[in-house]
């Protein structure tokens, strides 16, 4: 996948996750796990491009690596959302597909770009 595409697609996995966080009810468990999850979820993005500048081979691993951990992070909380019944699971479905295609893509990542050191 190419990287103009991956940063498209984390920008929009972004712009998913606060249209999800803005729509939360108000309240205790919403506030802090929306909290979380609105910091996760952007910095996918964000990190994406600054691993997408790295220096070395090295920088990019530890940089894509970061990437791959806050997708996952993302997934985790908007399981949590689902489960404790905070939205729908149906409603948050395909964004928690997006997480983990996402995590799976930038685990892939950093398995070849260490195969190739």
Known sequence: MESDELKRRTKAFALRVIRLV???PRGRVA???GRQLLR????VGAQYRSACRAK???D???KINGVEEEADESAYWIELL???K???ADKVANLLQEANE???IFGASARTAKGNM
Do not use: M, N, Q, R
Request: proline fraction near 0%; charge should be negative.
């Open 22 to 24: 803005e729509s939360l």
């Open 31 to 33: 506030d802090v796990v």
């Open 40 to 43: 996760s979820g952007t910095s």
């Open 56 to 58: 070395s081979k090295a």
């Open 60 to 62: 990019f691993i530890s």
């Open 82 to 84: 689902a489960d404790a």
């Open 86 to 88: 905070v939205v729908l």
């Open 102 to 104: 996402l995590t799976k």
